[in-house]
């Protein structure tokens, strides 16, 4: 870790003073000491962390925002969305879910000042349809309970959501990937998956034609939607969210 140090004066530093790169047996018993303890401190720090491949699957190619936009402009007929994560870090949601948090009035969000919902009430009226289910567990997390509420706002421009409990069955317990299929079962067919760490930051999005991968969407869409309830049928029948609200 000294070595590694120094390098890093050296680099960022043309002309460090003598003591910043001194050899360690140089250094007075103090600076050891201190320094020492800055060493530890850094090495379990990054001893903490949960590094993890997140390179693209094979048969994805990644892409980004804008190409990820377009594809919602593309579809002809369908999109379907699952999402498996208890919470999601959205940086834009931070004064909504404040306001969810303090049980104050949250931000108006509809198709009047939200280009989103704008897309799905256009869209849903030229005949396409949109459709997420969101794998849950209980108890639900503050962010689950917030979001819930908001899914209000997007069913009410024509999306169909709906809400699976993962405790259903035993093979749901295995459901950790999130997807955009679109136009599912054409020949048109394709699926954007979604990459987040376990804190639920987003990492990037991969498109892919592939067949398996769209088999095995289609296949974990099928099964989600076999045991979902509709959205609003399960905001009146849980507790939870009852409460929140």
């Excluded at 043309?14 to 360690?24: C, E, I, Q, T």
């Excluded at 990937?177 to 990037?204: I, K, N, P, Q, S």
Aim: aromatic share 12%.
């Amino acid at each position: 870790m000294a070595f590694c140090w120094t390098g890093q004066v050296f680099k960022h530093f043309p002309n460090p003073k003598p003591a910043y790169v001194a050899d360690w047996d140089e250094l007075p018993q103090w600076q050891q000491q201190t320094d020492a303890d800055i060493f530890e401190r850094i090495e379990n720090e990054v001893c903490s962390w949960n590094i993890t491949d997140h390179s693209n699957p094979p048969g994805a190619a990644n892409v980004n925002f804008e190409e990820f936009d377009a594809w919602f402009d593309r579809f002809e007929r369908s999109t379907f969305r699952l999402e498996t994560l208890q919470r999601y870090s959205v940086s834009g949601e931070d004064e909504r879910l404040r306001a969810f948090r303090e049980g104050t009035p949250r931000p108006e969000r509809s198709v009047r000042n939200d280009p989103w919902l704008h897309r799905i009430a256009l869209t849903t009226a030229a005949g396409k349809r949109w459709q997420r289910v969101h794998v849950v567990q209980h108890p639900l997390t503050e962010y689950l309970r917030y979001e819930l509420v908001s899914y209000v706002e997007s069913a009410a421009t024509g999306e169909d959501i709906r809400i699976t409990v993962r405790a259903t069955r035993p093979d749901l317990a295995a459901l950790n990937e999130d997807f955009w299929l679109f136009d599912a079962d054409t020949d048109g067919a394709y699926a954007v998956l979604m990459r987040y760490d376990e804190e639920g930051h987003f990492l990037g999005y991969d498109h892919t034609t592939d067949p398996d991968i769209l088999d095995r969407c289609c296949a974990q869409r099928d099964l989600v939607l076999e045991h979902a309830v509709e959205l609003n049928i399960y905001l009146a029948s849980t507790k939870e969210v009852r409460q929140a609200g």
